[in-house]
């Protein structure tokens, strides 16, 4: 397949296209841009980039791990996208144009820093005002809710090492918590 070809799926609607492939970091890297607000306040609408969070997932990935989550685009006046239908075939060709990162600008910087060729998941989208640009970026980034630290507390004993801290910990609150002759009993819970 050519280098500006990619096998897609056009999962949007007939006014509002949406392709999902798969691309190299690198090749979005290149290929795309982050509207971000402190550089331009009439039209930026992202954060502004975290270098030591993009270092994490850059190390992340180093360390043989992978991030499924997608990278979503928009087309730019003048990025010409087609698509085939047929032969489920997706062109990209830039034309001095390029991509706006609306969602994952740290995934990708992460995975352009790699030591390896990284491939991630991509949607992008075509024919977006930057009304509705905005309006995705707050969908997704308004509506996600982080995991709180007493879950992550109590996962992490399917990631201890029997001996660990964690893990030894672990056990003495339960041992705590649910033997009936401590003080604790019934009365701690995670």
Same mark, same amino acid.
Request: glycine letters at 4%; a negative charge; hydrophobic letters at 35%.
């Given at each position: 397949?050519?280098?500006?070809?990619?096998?897609?799926?056009?999962?949007?609607?007939?006014?509002?296209? /949406?392709?999902?492939?798969?691309?190299?970091?690198?090749?979005?890297?290149?290929?795309?841009?982050?509207?971000?607000?402190?550089?331009?306040?009439?039209?930026?609408?992202?954060?502004?980039?975290?270098?030591?969070?993009?270092?994490?997932?850059?190390?992340?990935?180093?360390?043989?791990?992978?991030?499924?989550?997608?990278?979503?685009?928009?087309?730019?006046e003048?990025? +010409?996208?087609?698509?085939?239908?047929?032969?489920m075939?997706?062109?990209?060709?830039?034309?001095?144009?390029?991509?706006?990162?609306?969602?994952?600008? +740290?995934?990708?910087?992460?995975?352009?820093? /790699?030591?390896?060729?990284?491939?991630?998941?991509? /949607?992008?989208?075509?024919?977006?005002?930057?009304?509705?640009?905005?309006?995705?970026?707050?969908?997704?980034?308004?509506?996600?809710?982080?995991?709180?630290?007493?879950?992550?507390?109590?996962?992490?004993?399917?990631?201890?090492?029997?001996?660990?801290?964690?893990?030894?910990?672990?056990?003495?609150?339960?041992?705590?918590?649910?033997d009936?002759?401590?003080?604790?009993f019934?009365?701690?819970?995670?």
């Amino acid at each position: 397949m050519d280098a500006n070809k990619y096998t897609a799926w056009n999962i949007g609607t007939e006014d509002t296209p /949406c392709y999902v492939t798969v691309m190299e970091a690198n090749k979005i890297f290149n290929i795309s841009k982050v509207s971000r607000v402190d550089q331009d306040s009439e039209k930026g609408y992202q954060r502004v980039l975290s270098e030591k969070r993009a270092n994490d997932i850059a190390q992340y990935l180093n360390d043989g791990n992978i991030i499924p989550g997608s990278i979503i685009l928009s087309a730019q006046e003048g990025f +010409h996208v087609s698509y085939n239908k047929q032969s489920m075939e997706l062109e990209l060709e830039p034309n001095n144009s390029s991509l706006f990162v609306i969602d994952g600008q +740290h995934r990708l910087w992460g995975a352009s820093k /790699c030591e390896q060729e990284i491939y991630l998941p991509v /949607c992008i989208f075509t024919n977006l005002e930057l009304k509705q640009e905005v309006q995705y970026f707050l969908d997704i980034n308004s509506n996600q809710k982080g995991v709180p630290k007493t879950l992550r507390i109590e996962l992490l004993k399917f990631l201890s090492e029997p001996d660990s801290t964690d893990e030894v910990l672990n056990r003495l609150f339960n041992d705590l918590g649910n033997d009936t002759s401590s003080a604790l009993f019934n009365k701690i819970s995670p």
